[in-house]
């Protein structure tokens, strides 16, 4: 998902009990290339919606947790819409 010029590979991951470790995100940039050969700039987990917040884990390409950057914020808010999940509480 391309947010402003930045691309993640976003996941609903409100089901996962725990993180991934940094080698399961290094896997998943390097299994998943674009096609037009850009830069995935990191890889972006929904954890959980209420009706004000939506919680999300940034982890970078090297697998590391990083901070929401607002580009990465846009893409999830439209994932969670795309997609129709809806808020809990």
């Not at 950057?69 to 969670?80: K, Y």
Request: glycine share 14%; proline share 3%.
């Amino acid at each position: 998902m391309s947010g402003a010029g930045n691309c993640f590979l976003v996941a609903d991951a409100q089901g996962l009990r725990q993180d991934l470790r940094p080698d399961s995100i290094q896997g998943i940039i390097v299994n998943n290339p674009r096609k037009d050969g850009k830069t995935i700039e990191g890889v972006l987990l929904l954890r959980s919606m209420r009706s004000d917040h939506i919680f999300a884990d940034f982890n970078n390409p090297d697998g590391s947790h990083g901070m929401m950057c607002g580009n990465g914020s846009r893409c999830i808010v439209r994932f969670a819409l795309d997609n129709g999940l809806e808020a809990s509480g």
